[in-house]
């Protein structure tokens, strides 16, 4: 099984940070940690290489989201990925969250 570097990879951008890969228990922790350490404003993540997320994932920018909330800072979910689509409307996290498209 492959470690979790390989299963994701956070590269930073002018905007933001863009994901790709899986999003699960062992890789959540790292795009934590990255999304913490960002300090664009608004803070820009594009999903559209995102294959898989799970309930830790969704944690993760759930809790980034408030975080920058009450910094006074905006977190924006860009170019979700079908899977992410799909997992924000399934939890319902849709009017919670920034998501964006095509940005």
């Known amino acids: 099984?492959?470690?979790?570097?390989?299963?994701?990879?956070i590269t930073p951008n002018a905007t933001g940070l863009a994901v790709v890969g899986e999003i699960?228990?062992?890789t959540a922790p790292a795009l934590?940690?990255?999304l913490a350490a960002a300090d664009h404003h608004p803070l820009v993540v594009d999903l559209a290489g995102v294959t898989f997320c799970d309930s830790s994932g969704l944690?993760?920018?759930l809790e980034a989201h408030q975080r920058l909330a009450d910094e006074g800072r905006r977190l924006v979910l860009a170019n979700p990925s079908e899977v992410i689509a799909r997992l924000f409307d399934v939890a319902g996290v849709n009017e919670h969250l920034d998501v964006g498209h095509g940005i």
Do not use: N, W
């Open 1 to 9: 099984m492959p470690d979790s570097i390989e299963m994701m990879s």
């Open 24 to 26: 699960d228990a062992s």
């Open 32 to 34: 934590g940690t990255a």
């Open 59 to 61: 944690r993760v920018l």
